[in-house]
Protein backbone atom coordinates (compact mmCIF):
# COMPACT_ATOMS: atom_id res chain seq x y z
CA UNK A 1 0.00 0.00 0.00
CA UNK A 2 1.01 3.28 -1.03
CA UNK A 3 1.33 6.11 1.48
CA UNK A 4 0.56 9.35 0.96
CA UNK A 5 2.72 12.65 1.97
CA UNK A 6 0.00 13.49 4.73
CA UNK A 7 -0.48 10.14 6.13
CA UNK A 8 3.39 10.27 6.74
CA UNK A 9 3.37 13.68 8.58
CA UNK A 10 0.54 12.20 10.47
CA UNK A 11 2.59 9.15 11.38
CA UNK A 12 5.98 11.02 12.43
CA UNK A 13 3.74 13.61 13.92
CA UNK A 14 2.36 10.69 16.25
CA UNK A 15 5.70 9.55 16.67
CA UNK A 16 6.76 12.67 17.97
CA UNK A 17 4.07 13.05 20.67
CA UNK A 18 4.12 9.55 21.69
CA UNK A 19 8.04 10.48 22.92
CA UNK A 20 9.94 9.18 20.18
CA UNK A 21 13.31 10.52 20.68
CA UNK A 22 14.36 10.45 16.88
CA UNK A 23 11.41 12.19 15.75
CA UNK A 24 12.31 14.87 18.09
CA UNK A 25 15.68 14.93 17.17
CA UNK A 26 14.80 15.25 13.61
CA UNK A 27 12.67 18.09 14.58
CA UNK A 28 15.36 19.68 16.52
CA UNK A 29 17.61 19.59 13.55
CA UNK A 30 15.34 20.32 10.95
CA UNK A 31 14.17 23.77 13.11
CA UNK A 32 16.89 25.40 15.34
CA UNK A 33 18.87 27.14 13.01
CA UNK A 34 15.71 28.85 11.87
CA UNK A 35 14.50 29.37 15.72
CA UNK A 36 18.72 30.55 16.87
CA UNK A 37 18.07 32.81 13.80
CA UNK A 38 14.59 34.49 15.17
CA UNK A 39 16.06 35.28 18.77
CA UNK A 40 18.93 36.56 17.16
CA UNK A 41 16.98 39.28 15.28
CA UNK A 42 15.23 40.65 18.36
CA UNK A 43 18.84 40.50 20.78
CA UNK A 44 21.28 40.37 18.21
CA UNK A 45 23.46 38.06 20.72
CA UNK A 46 24.49 34.66 19.30
CA UNK A 47 25.01 33.47 22.22
CA UNK A 48 21.81 34.20 24.07
CA UNK A 49 20.03 33.53 21.12
CA UNK A 50 21.43 29.60 21.16
CA UNK A 51 20.29 29.82 24.90
CA UNK A 52 16.85 31.05 24.32
CA UNK A 53 16.03 28.36 21.57
CA UNK A 54 17.55 26.05 23.67
CA UNK A 55 14.92 26.78 26.17
CA UNK A 56 12.55 26.80 23.56
CA UNK A 57 13.33 23.17 22.49
CA UNK A 58 12.99 21.46 26.21
CA UNK A 59 9.61 22.99 26.46
CA UNK A 60 8.40 21.34 23.32
CA UNK A 61 9.23 18.53 24.68
CA UNK A 62 7.65 19.13 27.40
CA UNK A 63 4.63 19.87 26.13
CA UNK A 64 4.16 18.03 23.34
CA UNK A 65 0.98 16.03 24.31
CA UNK A 66 -0.14 19.64 24.05
CA UNK A 67 0.40 20.04 20.34
CA UNK A 68 -2.50 19.44 18.35
CA UNK A 69 -0.96 19.25 14.51
CA UNK A 70 2.02 19.17 12.55
CA UNK A 71 2.05 23.07 11.95
CA UNK A 72 1.83 23.68 15.89
CA UNK A 73 4.86 22.67 16.39
CA UNK A 74 6.19 25.56 14.52
CA UNK A 75 3.42 27.89 16.24
CA UNK A 76 4.78 26.62 19.58
CA UNK A 77 8.85 27.13 18.70
CA UNK A 78 7.87 30.70 17.46
CA UNK A 79 5.74 31.66 19.98
CA UNK A 80 7.99 30.39 22.72
CA UNK A 81 11.00 32.22 21.69
CA UNK A 82 9.27 35.27 20.66
CA UNK A 83 8.27 35.47 24.36
CA UNK A 84 11.45 34.41 25.81
CA UNK A 85 13.11 37.36 23.45
CA UNK A 86 10.77 39.94 24.83
CA UNK A 87 11.03 39.16 28.22
CA UNK A 88 14.96 39.10 27.69
CA UNK A 89 14.77 42.59 26.45
CA UNK A 90 12.65 43.76 28.77
CA UNK A 91 15.16 42.29 32.15
CA UNK A 92 17.55 44.12 30.49
CA UNK A 93 15.91 47.59 30.81
CA UNK A 94 18.33 49.34 28.05
CA UNK A 95 15.07 49.30 24.94
CA UNK A 96 15.66 52.71 22.77
CA UNK A 97 13.52 54.28 20.85
CA UNK A 98 14.28 52.58 17.32
CA UNK A 99 15.05 48.92 19.59
CA UNK A 100 10.91 49.47 20.02
CA UNK A 101 10.01 50.30 16.91
CA UNK A 102 12.82 47.37 15.56
CA UNK A 103 10.82 44.67 18.12
CA UNK A 104 7.06 46.10 17.30
CA UNK A 105 8.35 44.97 13.59
CA UNK A 106 9.37 41.88 14.47
CA UNK A 107 6.04 41.16 16.86
CA UNK A 108 4.05 41.65 13.87
CA UNK A 109 5.68 38.81 11.69
CA UNK A 110 3.56 36.36 14.34
CA UNK A 111 0.02 36.39 13.99
CA UNK A 112 -2.38 36.45 16.27
CA UNK A 113 -3.47 33.00 15.64
CA UNK A 114 -0.19 31.89 16.31
CA UNK A 115 0.15 34.55 19.41
CA UNK A 116 -3.07 32.61 20.72
CA UNK A 117 -2.23 29.26 20.28
CA UNK A 118 -0.65 28.30 23.92
CA UNK A 119 -0.89 29.61 27.14
CA UNK A 120 2.70 30.33 28.58
CA UNK A 121 1.89 30.24 31.72
CA UNK A 122 1.55 26.11 31.23
CA UNK A 123 5.14 25.80 29.76
CA UNK A 124 7.11 23.78 32.47
CA UNK A 125 10.47 25.10 31.48
CA UNK A 126 10.53 26.54 35.54
CA UNK A 127 10.23 22.80 36.56
CA UNK A 128 13.69 21.70 34.81
CA UNK A 129 15.34 24.42 36.29
CA UNK A 130 14.18 23.47 39.76
CA UNK A 131 15.37 19.23 39.03
CA UNK A 132 18.64 20.81 37.85
CA UNK A 133 19.28 22.70 41.07
CA UNK A 134 17.93 19.94 43.30
CA UNK A 135 20.36 17.55 41.54
CA UNK A 136 23.48 20.22 42.42
CA UNK A 137 21.85 20.77 45.84
CA UNK A 138 22.11 16.54 46.18
CA UNK A 139 25.59 16.31 45.26
CA UNK A 140 28.30 15.32 47.83
CA UNK A 141 30.00 18.68 49.35
CA UNK A 142 33.26 19.05 47.85
CA UNK A 143 31.55 18.27 44.45
CA UNK A 144 28.89 20.67 44.87
CA UNK A 145 31.30 23.66 46.06
CA UNK A 146 33.28 22.65 43.00
CA UNK A 147 30.16 23.17 40.64
CA UNK A 148 28.98 25.92 42.11
CA UNK A 149 32.15 27.76 42.35
CA UNK A 150 33.14 26.87 38.45
CA UNK A 151 29.50 27.53 36.86
CA UNK A 152 27.63 30.07 39.02
CA UNK A 153 30.82 32.22 39.76
CA UNK A 154 32.74 31.52 36.56
CA UNK A 155 35.98 31.16 38.67
CA UNK A 156 39.01 28.64 36.61
CA UNK A 157 39.94 25.31 38.32
CA UNK A 158 43.45 26.91 39.46
CA UNK A 159 41.30 29.45 41.50
CA UNK A 160 38.82 26.94 43.07
CA UNK A 161 41.99 25.04 43.77
CA UNK A 162 43.17 28.08 45.79
CA UNK A 163 40.13 28.65 47.70
CA UNK A 164 39.03 24.98 48.48
CA UNK A 165 42.30 24.62 49.01
CA UNK A 166 42.23 21.17 47.11
CA UNK A 167 44.54 19.86 43.74
CA UNK A 168 43.77 21.33 40.34
CA UNK A 169 43.20 17.00 39.39
CA UNK A 170 40.69 17.13 42.66
CA UNK A 171 39.08 20.19 40.68
CA UNK A 172 38.52 18.80 37.80
CA UNK A 173 37.42 15.44 39.15
CA UNK A 174 34.38 16.81 41.23
CA UNK A 175 33.17 18.63 38.11
CA UNK A 176 33.37 15.07 36.05
CA UNK A 177 31.48 13.32 38.83
CA UNK A 178 28.75 16.54 38.91
CA UNK A 179 28.16 16.72 35.22
CA UNK A 180 27.97 13.15 35.03
CA UNK A 181 25.31 13.09 37.69
CA UNK A 182 23.52 15.71 36.48
CA UNK A 183 23.62 13.88 33.05
CA UNK A 184 21.90 10.77 34.58
CA UNK A 185 19.63 12.92 36.18
CA UNK A 186 18.12 14.66 33.17
CA UNK A 187 18.09 11.58 31.14
CA UNK A 188 14.72 10.54 32.44
CA UNK A 189 12.89 14.07 31.83
CA UNK A 190 14.76 15.04 28.46
CA UNK A 191 15.74 13.08 25.12
CA UNK A 192 19.87 12.46 24.91
CA UNK A 193 19.98 15.91 21.97
CA UNK A 194 18.20 18.06 24.61
CA UNK A 195 20.52 16.26 27.49
CA UNK A 196 23.59 17.30 25.67
CA UNK A 197 22.71 20.65 24.59
CA UNK A 198 21.86 21.25 28.31
CA UNK A 199 25.49 19.64 29.92
CA UNK A 200 27.20 21.83 27.11
CA UNK A 201 25.61 24.82 28.15
CA UNK A 202 26.55 23.96 31.89
CA UNK A 203 29.85 22.67 30.91
CA UNK A 204 30.75 26.27 29.53
Not at 67 to 90: D, H, M, P, Q, V
Request: hydrophobic share 40%.
Amino acid sequence: MIIDQSEMNDFFFLRFKNGDELAFEKIFKSNNPQIVSFCNQFINDWDKSKSLAQEAFINLWLNREKIETLNGIKAFLYTYARSSCLNYIRHRKVISKYEDLHLQSKEDLINSEVLESFDFNSLEFIELEELIMRSINNLPDQCRRVFMLSRFEGKMNKEIAEELDISIKSVEANMTRALKTLRVNLADYLPLILVQLVMQYLSK
